[in-house]
């Protein structure tokens, strides 16, 4: 993974704000990766004691979501997610897709996955459960690059 980051956004009049960008490789059609211990590390080098971060997928084939992470759950997740709706079905999307990826089921298992998740900050940690972990859920895979926004703002 890269990470590109940018400044905060300036002026009196917004709320203190930080944002960062994750980039990630996938390799699989259907994948899930961990983005917990990245999100943990830049919140605790953010400064930030307290707000709210929010993380962005700006693809409609690449979802985030909040889950727990153990092995067989995510290979259940995964087999889960290709039965749901199967690649090989005549989908009228792919008679002629606007990026020469035949992908509709991948935006179809888009409409079930949020494009992005707000998780409390308290004492410069994220707020979750102990068995949670936040996931990039790659729907359209392999890409080269699928980008995670990162919105952190600071309470008061």
Not at 3 to 32: D, Y
Not at 89 to 101: L, S, T
Request: aromatic share 4%; proline share 7%.
């Amino acid at each position: 993974m890269t990470a590109v980051a940018h400044s905060p956004l300036p002026g009196p009049a917004r709320m203190p704000t930080l944002h960062h960008t994750i980039t990630i490789a996938t390799t699989r059609p259907i994948e899930i990766i961990d983005l917990t211990a990245p999100l943990r590390a830049w919140v605790r080098t953010s400064g930030v004691h307290d707000g709210l971060l929010t993380i962005t997928s700006t693809h409609t084939t690449a979802r985030i979501t909040i889950n727990e992470r153990e092995g067989r759950l995510q290979v259940d997740m995964v087999r889960f997610l290709e039965r749901l709706a199967p690649a090989d079905v005549a989908y009228g999307h792919n008679q002629a897709p606007v990026d020469d990826r035949p992908n509709a089921h991948a935006h179809l298992l888009g409409l079930f996955l949020n494009a992005s998740e707000s998780i409390p900050v308290t004492d410069g940690e994220l707020t979750l459960g102990a068995w949670q972990s936040v996931f990039l859920v790659e729907l359209d895979g392999p890409r080269e690059v699928r980008q995670v926004h990162l919105h952190l703002m600071r309470a008061g």
